[in-house]
């Protein structure tokens, strides 16, 4: 590219450069129907993981293609292949060398036909037996020197992908330069456990051998894994085969490592490789599936080496397969293999790897999530985006059901305009006089001449004198026992409480809130802490506690008027003993609803409303609650779960309608 000068090509593959940037805040609202459903946060990711996004594979359609994928390669045949062609190759030289022996009628022929019959069953003993013998048919004896080029070619294919095909033909030298190769490269694995410094050897090995490593190897390292793999894929191979045929087949390779002199080298290969990779499976059982070796379920005979190709091919799907999963200690998207994605399922699959690998860091970079402790924690600008989807969703489901015609853009602080203004003052929540603010900073400067600007001072401001409503405080109690979990509400409260919390800070900014969880104790939770928190697994339903906390919130606004609002499934269970510990009792003590009472009996002194959404009709909880409307003069309701939060939202809003005094 000269300059000012642009040269366009065909794309080459990859991530599509046109595509929009990736958005985290689409990840994190495809996130925040777990969250709201009572998820954490990491639990939501994994599921957004699995699931995927609009336009892109997840985890588990990946699963599903390699899946399908390992169907294939379990069908494409036997394994006993190379066993039943040498079994073939036997017969027919047999039958060709007594085709030639039935016309003699001489002694030696009958001798011959004596021994032929004799021939052990095993085919590897048969072979071996036949070594020294003479045949009379040039065609025999041609077939009978196909089973040892067979074996050759397969026992090498099956150490060395590629080999049978490069050895199709093979001379004598070419034997000679893979013995060298084999040779060359013990030493060079010697060397490296040794703890020498292989690099350059390395570099000489593939410069002398590298046609016999097709997958050109950039390390040492690389090599070995390729090669141990498929060594181990060979031996879970044998491993696989009935214990007679096992036997046999091991009798056949050894006697083609000795025709070719290979055997104590193969020997000392297998032994470096099982040693630099034993994390390897090399033939016992699988984890949770079996013998790797039962996989080939196909029709066809497979030889050695494509059975070889075939179980390396499985080992590494089920790698693939555990490792999308994402079901073990520690596990990381980084931990798969971006390029076994790629011979597994093609580069579109890579693609949509890496973008799942983005969701995470874009998330955390875009300032939606952080980590703490180890622990994955929603940011306030996230959560502030998902209490926006929360109160969206109830708002569409008011509006759904006729309930009620409440707009989120028409809501605010302010109420009527009364035609007046004022100045100014620190807290005030009015809407600004523009016009007479910018009189005022004319007046105070002069009229303005050619260049001069008007600039505002904090004294120049006026705002409009509105009918304001009365400020409110309001506590949510939510009940984080784990029956809330048990009946399936724990994630409608949560939904809930973000929803109106969000309400209250975006479109009434001028009332307070607080949302307290109550379990065996009770505490207050930042909004923060309420999205990514989990129901808890305690017993005890301590709302004595979350009054006691709530009176003691209530009381620094004295003058706004005070709202508790109480969402449970249980009557009380628990209380604080003196000690400040919990006290648990089911049924509860009497002690447990008596001072559960009093806390109640204090709010009401106080002038607090406590309204209560039973989220059951158990008859002990039915009558707690109607002796605490009694005694409070508040409300009792009874939503089905789903519409709780149309409940909370429409209960303070019509609260709040309620309190407009003029100033």
Not at 51 to 67: A, F, K, V, W
Not at 102 to 122: H, I, N, T
Not at 450 to 475: H, I, K, M, N, Y
Not at 483 to 504: E, F, N
Request: aromatic letters at 4%; a negative charge; proline letters at 5%.
């Amino acid at each position: 590219m000269s300059s000012g000068t642009f040269r366009y090509g065909p794309w080459d593959g990859g991530p599509d450069p046109l595509a929009s940037p990736f958005s985290a805040a689409g990840a994190l609202d495809e996130m925040s129907r777990q969250i709201l459903e009572g998820r954490t946060p990491r639990e939501a990711l994994e599921a957004l993981l699995r699931r995927g996004m609009p336009g892109q594979r997840g985890l588990d359609d990946l699963r599903r293609s390699i899946e399908r994928r390992r169907r294939e390669a379990r069908g494409r045949g036997r394994m006993d292949g190379t066993l039943q062609e040498v079994r073939r190759l036997l017969d027919t030289a047999v039958g060709q060398e007594r085709a030639a022996l039935f016309p003699d009628p001489s002694d030696e022929a009958r001798l011959r036909e004596a021994e032929l019959d004799s021939l052990p069953a095993d085919p590897a003993r048969a072979v071996r037996s036949l070594s020294d013998y003479d045949w009379r048919s040039p065609e025999a004896r041609e077939t009978y020197e196909k089973i040892s080029d067979l074996l050759r070619q397969e026992v090498l294919d099956s150490q060395f992908r590629g080999m049978k095909q490069a050895l199709e033909g093979a001379s004598a030298e070419d034997f000679a330069h893979v013995r060298e190769m084999v040779s060359a490269l013990n030493e060079l694995l010697a060397a490296d456990a040794r703890g020498e410094d292989t690099d350059a050897a390395f570099a000489e090995f593939m410069r002398n051998h590298g046609d016999f490593f097709p997958e050109q190897p950039q390390s040492l390292e690389e090599l070995v894994d390729a090669l141990a793999r498929r060594a181990a894929a060979a031996a879970r191979l044998l491993a696989g085969l009935t214990p007679q045929q096992r036997a046999e087949l091991a009798d056949l390779m050894s006697t083609a490592m000795e025709d070719l002199g290979l055997a104590a080298e193969m020997s000392r290969l297998d032994q470096a490789l099982r040693a630099a990779r034993p994390d390897l499976n090399w033939g016992g059982r699988r984890r949770g599936r079996g013998r790797l070796g039962e996989g080939l379920t196909g029709e066809e005979g497979l030889g050695l080496g494509d059975a070889t190709t075939a179980l390396e091919e499985l080992a590494e799907l089920d790698e693939l397969a555990a490792a999308l999963g994402q079901d073990y200690a520690g596990a990381s998207l980084e931990d798969i293999d971006a390029d076994a994605v790629a011979r597994a399922l093609g580069r579109s699959a890579v693609d949509d790897l890496r973008s799942l690998q983005q969701v995470e860091r874009e998330l955390e970079r875009q300032g939606f999530i952080t980590r703490r402790a180890g622990s994955l924690e929603l940011t306030p600008r996230a959560v502030r985006r998902i209490g926006q989807a929360a109160l969206t969703r109830i708002f569409k489901q008011v509006s759904a059901r006729g309930r009620g015609d409440h707009s989120m853009l028409d809501a605010g602080s302010a109420g009527d305009l009364l035609g007046t203004s004022r100045a100014w003052q620190f807290g005030d929540t009015q809407p600004i006089d523009v016009v007479r603010t910018v009189r005022n900073a004319v007046l105070r400067a002069g009229p303005p001449g050619p260049g001069r600007a008007v600039r505002l001072q904090v004294g120049d401001f006026e705002v409009a004198e509105t009918e304001r409503r009365s400020t409110a405080a309001v506590c949510l109690l939510v009940d984080l026992s784990y029956s809330m979990a048990l009946r399936g509400t724990w994630g409608i409260a949560k939904s809930t409480a973000l929803a109106l919390h969000t309400l209250v800070t975006t479109s009434f900014p001028q009332d307070k809130i607080h949302i307290i969880g109550f379990s065996d104790y009770a505490r207050e939770l930042r909004p923060v802490e309420l999205a990514g928190l989990e129901s808890e697994m305690v017993q005890g339903t301590n709302l004595q506690h979350a009054l006691h906390i709530a009176g003691r919130l209530l009381s620094r606004y004295p003058q706004s008027e005070p709202v508790v609002m109480v969402v449970t499934d249980g009557e009380p269970t628990a209380h604080l003993l003196r000690n400040g510990t919990p006290s648990f009792s089911w049924p509860p003590m009497p002690e447990t609803l008596e001072l559960t009472l009093a806390e109640v009996d204090k709010l009401t002194r106080r002038g607090v409303t406590i309204n209560v959404f039973m989220l059951d009709d158990e008859p002990r909880l039915v009558q707690f609650v109607e002796e605490m409307a009694r005694r409070n003069g508040g409300r009792v309701l009874s939503p089905d779960p789903t519409t709780l939060g149309n409940y909370v939202i429409r209960d303070y809003l019509g609260a709040r309608g309620g309190r407009r005094v003029a100033r």
